[in-house]
């Protein structure tokens, strides 16, 4: 009897845990796992702290999670450079590879897009994303009981993405951001929301941001208020996310 082999999954943790995450969900990998894991090996490379896969290891895996970060995607920090072309080589090996926020723009940058400072300033709270009518069949969009014209998903980003790679499909957007998606191949899938974030863990986000001065207060609160009248559309997100992973 053949036994199938234990499918395995990396996350790129590009950001470092805050001290509420790891009370609260003892990390952010717990939190991707949580999202994305089904009951597979899940392992993960801190990245922002020079933790990255070996060559040798590549092969071994069958997707990988880039994850959001307060670093900008355009950075030429040292370990920013070895991430992108890490994700170059993922993309030649056509590995999957789901970037979300800072994934989602340095996988773009990677791969020979552009991107930069939002020219509409920081978005923060639930964003009505748009999907795009007519565009190309994707699986791991099949697995939903019908592709919905819009989703709603939480947002934290003063950065986006300009202009996708070549080959590359925009797949959502929004009023605020004309990239809220984009796939390449079948086996990239960028999305600038997070799938993975609670109400609670923005909320904690949004009061860093303000005792740091990064946001005024008003700002701040309307964000809030944004989070008290709606849910976003977890379930489904979590759905697309683990289908593309996963192949399905």
Not at 158 to 175: H, K, N, R, T, Y
Request: a negative charge; aromatic letters at 10%; one cysteine or more.
């Amino acid at each position: 009897m053949k036994v199938e082999r234990e499918r395995r999954y990396a996350l790129l943790l590009a950001a470092k845990d805050s001290e509420y995450v790891k009370k609260v969900y003892g990390g952010y990998f717990n939190v991707f796992v949580a999202t994305f894991g089904e009951g597979e090996r899940w392992d993960l490379f801190r990245v922002v702290d020079g933790e990255f896969p070996e060559t040798s290891e590549l092969q071994e895996y069958d997707g990988f999670v880039v994850s959001g970060s307060p670093h900008d995607a355009y950075g030429n920090d040292h370990w920013i450079i070895k991430l992108r072309f890490l994700l170059q080589t993922l993309d030649a090996m056509e590995k999957k590879v789901l970037g979300i926020c800072f994934g989602h723009q340095v996988l773009c940058r990677a791969l020979g897009g552009r991107v930069g400072k939002a020219c509409t300033g920081w978005d923060i709270g639930l964003r009505n994303v748009k999907i795009v009518k007519d565009m190309t069949p994707f699986s791991f969009l099949d697995g939903l009981d019908e592709i919905p014209s819009a989703l709603s998903i939480i947002e934290c980003h003063q950065d986006e993405v300009w202009e996708v790679p070549l080959g590359a499909q925009v797949i959502a957007f929004s009023d605020k951001t004309g990239v809220e998606m984009f796939t390449i191949g079948g086996h990239i899938l960028g999305i600038q929301g997070h799938p993975e974030y609670t109400n609670d863990i923005l909320s904690n986000l949004i009061d860093r941001l303000l005792n740091n001065n990064s946001i005024e207060i008003g700002f701040a609160e309307n964000s809030r208020f944004g989070l008290q009248k709606a849910e976003p559309d977890r379930k489904c997100w979590e759905k697309i996310c683990r289908n593309f992973l996963k192949g399905r």
